[in-house]
């Protein structure tokens, strides 16, 4: 009986959590718009810009919006760190490829490297949510701009949205959570993953 109850309060009252990847090239501002999450959607304040360094390994942020849990991995992006990546995939609801789109140059290794991670059977139908970053520098291509290039009907068919922002004075960045979130809470990934997790908890 108390078993019960106690599904039903947790069904009724609490938050549900989900784990998002935090990927791309190193330098597209990774870190940045980790820690601007963390400003903008929690009581603590954030690294300002000037105190951020290079990745190396994992950087965890954990924040709440929109009636959900969010936790973020973000990951390295330098070309010998990426082989990591693939040890979050597998619980993972949910893909942040961040690019900086004032970095014409690096374009094609943007590409490359998210068209590698989607392929990898460990995330398998979880939503994509694509920042098109540094709109805070001139130069910077725009959201339709960087769709047509990434080409992203021809890579997959999960649920993607491109969103220009910018990590250093957050804009766009809500927009873009706000479509993550409601994406996460009806996706099939999600579903499995919840049922994933119940068997352990049984087991």
């Given at each position: 009986m108390f078993s019960l109850l106690y599904g039903l309060w947790k069904y009724l009252f609490s938050k549900a959590e989900f784990h998002v990847l935090i990927l791309g090239i190193d330098k597209a501002g990774k870190t940045t718009l980790l820690e601007k999450l963390k400003t903008i959607y929690s009581d603590f304040e954030g690294l300002p810009p000037d105190r951020i360094v290079p990745t190396v390994g994992l950087n965890i942020g954990r924040v709440e919006a929109y009636k959900s849990k969010l936790i973020f991995w973000d990951l390295g992006g330098q070309l010998g760190l990426r082989t990591i990546w693939e040890?979050?995939?597998?619980?993972?609801?949910?893909?942040?490829?961040?690019?900086?789109?004032?970095?014409?140059?690096?374009?094609?290794?943007?590409k490359s490297a998210l068209e590698k991670a989607l392929r990898h059977k460990d995330l398998q139908d979880a939503p994509l949510l694509i920042f098109a970053n540094k709109q805070d520098v001139q130069g910077a291509v725009t959201a339709e701009e960087l769709t047509t290039f990434l080409d992203l009907k021809e890579i997959d068919e999960r649920p993607s949205f491109v969103k220009e922002i910018s990590a250093y004075d957050g804009t766009g960045i809500r927009d873009g959570v706000m479509w993550l979130v409601e994406e996460m809470k009806r996706s099939k990934r999600s579903e499995m993953l919840r049922q994933h997790s119940d068997i352990n908890v049984v087991v």
């Amino acid at each position: 009986m108390f078993s019960l109850l106690y599904g039903l309060w947790k069904y009724l009252f609490s938050k549900a959590e989900f784990h998002v990847l935090i990927l791309g090239i190193d330098k597209a501002g990774k870190t940045t718009l980790l820690e601007k999450l963390k400003t903008i959607y929690s009581d603590f304040e954030g690294l300002p810009p000037d105190r951020i360094v290079p990745t190396v390994g994992l950087n965890i942020g954990r924040v709440e919006a929109y009636k959900s849990k969010l936790i973020f991995w973000d990951l390295g992006g330098q070309l010998g760190l990426r082989t990591i990546w693939e040890k979050y995939f597998e619980e993972a609801h949910a893909i942040v490829f961040v690019v900086d789109a004032a970095n014409h140059a690096r374009f094609d290794d943007a590409k490359s490297a998210l068209e590698k991670a989607l392929r990898h059977k460990d995330l398998q139908d979880a939503p994509l949510l694509i920042f098109a970053n540094k709109q805070d520098v001139q130069g910077a291509v725009t959201a339709e701009e960087l769709t047509t290039f990434l080409d992203l009907k021809e890579i997959d068919e999960r649920p993607s949205f491109v969103k220009e922002i910018s990590a250093y004075d957050g804009t766009g960045i809500r927009d873009g959570v706000m479509w993550l979130v409601e994406e996460m809470k009806r996706s099939k990934r999600s579903e499995m993953l919840r049922q994933h997790s119940d068997i352990n908890v049984v087991v």
